[in-house]
């Protein structure tokens, strides 16, 4: 018996403590937040003739998990090429680039973007899984966009919370 003991506790040593730690509704709520603010970011640093190639890249590498593993990324405005399987296509989808039918998402630009406080978030140890609306402020308009997303969050090695699935769509219209 205490040979299964110590079999245990020696294999449990080898677990990062990030990738043990239960993720918590308030991580996830500030993740969202951080999703926000960086598509905030990138289309301030359109805005301002900066790099927003890079503050598009430091969004994807902050929070998405494309160098920990796949990543299920479903953006809002893709139709012929709808998913997004690696770094490069995730960065076409939000400055324009690589796919044809991307014309840059996060530099439309966006003044705003919030997450709706009716949010669902569902915690399960080591994953959560949130699922709400969130809204698009344009430059010079006050009318947002209403879209539907889900996203996945899993732990990196330091604890922070990354993206590995991200769908999001704009509302359904029924035909009248």
């Known amino acids: 018996m205490k040979k299964t003991i ?10 990062p403590a990030a990738y043990a730690a239960d993720i918590t509704k308030q991580e996830v709520m500030d993740a969202q937040m951080e999703w926000a603010k960086g598509i905030e970011n990138i289309s301030k640093v359109f805005i301002e003739e900066g ?8 969004h994807i590498n902050t929070l998405y998990a494309y160098d920990l593993g796949e990543v299920l990324f479903k953006p809002t405005l893709a139709s012929s090429d709808q998913f997004r399987e690696n770094f490069d ?17 996060a530099i439309k630009p966006w003044t705003k973007v919030r997450f709706d406080d009716d949010v ?3 915690t399960y ?3 959560a899984v949130s699922m709400g609306n969130y809204f698009f402020t344009p430059q010079g308009s006050d009318v947002e966009t209403k879209v539907e997303f889900t996203f996945g969050y899993i732990k990196d090695a330091e604890g922070n919370l990354r993206i590995n699935v991200h769908h999001s769509s704009l509302p359904f219209t029924p035909a009248e």
Do not use: P
């Open 51 to 58: 790099d927003f190639e890079q503050a598009a890249r430091d």
């Open 125 to 127: 140890n080591d994953y």
């Open 6 to 15: 110590l079999s245990l506790l020696s294999f449990m040593t080898f677990i």
């Open 120 to 122: 669902h978030i569902v």
């Open 89 to 105: 296509e995730a960065l076409s989808y939000f400055v324009g680039g690589a796919i044809a039918e991307d014309k840059g998402f």
